[in-house]
């Protein structure tokens, strides 16, 4: 893989000193959406995330899209159970935005994240600009469907679906493609526009550097004689083992991703990739991060990194999750003695010139889309998937 050279951006020199702190990350970013921009976008980035309430209010909205989206979880009698199940979870997840500050920053990060992507790539690709980000959520606002209108009104040229999930599941990015390929089943797709995906990127380079970068940061906050001790804890958003059987990729991209940071940091301390989040009676793939922490502390392990693995904003399983339940309520609960953890990769220079090279790179190649996304598991049995992958290998053409 070519990495674009973008000396400004990689100097680590400048991001030193800007360690963000457990209780300072639902940080509030100035956002300027481009909007404004009257100049006709030639290539539009659409970035494809689960999005997250930005009000208490809007809780219940999330919970029932979630709640009712097969192609992220299948329940029985599934239009009568979600909205139940969601209905009567609104308040206890209503408290864990209200504790982290009313909603999720999750909006405010992409929209970060896309404008200095886009003006990177104005200045790397001028043959490709002006670049435009569109920002496309599943469960919230900006909801794809409205995003997708914008797209079309705007008279975008070439459109590039960018999962801004690094690793693919089928029940996160899978379930993003699957709500485009909803959209446009019955309707006409606009004219002459090009499309191409980027469905993974677990593995790149500049990503990996970042979330090293982001270790190296929470190592220095411990003592000269406990830091070779530290144990780094990478954490992922677990799955129901009967996704996993299935054959989706996620856990193998996961593991990829860990095994090329812990390379990037010359295995200088002990780690394992745990897993969180777990919902329902089902089992889910473990060890759970919870569980691993009390698991090591028994075994006379003091001092951990929690590593968000699998998000590249900060949201609700960060800042709640690991930062309250974890870092302060279990650790004080179990005797850990020093937790930090390490900050999602956000507006860091070097994601930012990872996403631009992703980009790039996927711009001058000849591939719109990648063979793996046009297979499905091994035992899919969600008609969606074979229906959309199918559309998408006929609308991505080089
Ligand atoms: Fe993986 Fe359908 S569940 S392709």
Redesign the pocket.
């Known amino acids: 893989m070519n990495i674009i050279n973008l000396p400004s951006f990689l100097q680590l020199g400048q991001h030193a000193g800007k360690i963000l702190r457990l209780s300072t990350r639902a940080i509030s970013v100035k956002v300027q959406t481009d909007s404004s921009t009257k100049v006709k976008p030639k290539t539009g980035i659409l970035m494809l995330n689960m999005g997250g309430p930005t009000n208490v209010l809007q809780v219940h909205g999330y919970l029932l899209r979630i709640m009712t989206d097969r192609?992220m979880i299948q329940l029985p009698v599934q239009s009568q159970l979600g909205p139940w199940i969601a209905k009567r979870r609104t308040p206890e997840v209503q408290k864990k935005y209200a504790e982290i500050g009313g909603g999720s920053p999750i909006l405010e990060w992409t929209n970060k994240q896309g404008e200095l992507l886009s003006k990177q790539l104005d200045k790397v690709s001028p043959e490709t600009a002006p670049h435009k980000y569109y920002v496309a959520f599943r469960y919230a606002d900006p909801l794809t469907e409205d995003t997708l209108n914008e797209i079309e009104e705007d008279g975008v040229e070439r459109t590039v679906i960018f999962s801004q999930y690094p690793q693919y599941s089928?029940?996160t990015s899978?379930s993003s493609f699957n709500a485009i390929y909803k959209y446009y089943k019955d309707r006409e797709l606009p004219k002459d526009m090009k499309w191409s995906i980027i469905d993974r990127w677990s593995t790149h380079p500049l990503y990996v550097k970042t979330i090293a970068e982001r270790i190296k940061d929470e190592l220095a906050h411990f003592p000269n004689d406990k830091r070779d001790d530290v144990i780094i804890l990478f954490s992922a958003h677990s799955l129901p083992l009967k996704?996993v059987n299935?054959?989706?990729s996620y856990p193998s991209e996961v593991g990829a991703t860990v095994q090329l940071v812990m390379q990037e940091l010359n295995y200088c301390n002990p780690y394992s990739l745990v897993w969180q989040s777990k919902v329902g009676p089902l089992p889910w793939l473990a060890p759970f991060t919870d569980d691993a922490l009390k698991g090591y502390v028994k075994q006379g392990k003091k001092n951990f990194i929690l590593v968000p693995v699998a998000f590249v904003n900060e949201h609700i399983e960060t800042l709640h999750e690991m930062d309250i339940e974890y870092c302060q309520e279990l650790a004080e609960e179990i005797g850990v003695e020093k937790i930090r953890r390490a900050a999602a990769p956000n507006d860091h220079p070097l994601f930012i010139d990872a996403l631009t090279d992703i980009v790039v790179n996927h711009l001058r190649s000849n591939q719109p889309i990648n063979p793996k996304f046009l297979?499905?598991?091994p035992?899919?049995?969600?008609k969606?998937?074979?229906q959309s992958?199918s559309w998408f290998a006929q609308i991505c053409k080089s």
Do not use: E, M
């Open positions: 192609d089928c029940a899978g996704a299935r054959g989706d297979t499905r598991c035992h899919c049995a969600n969606n998937c074979g992958k």
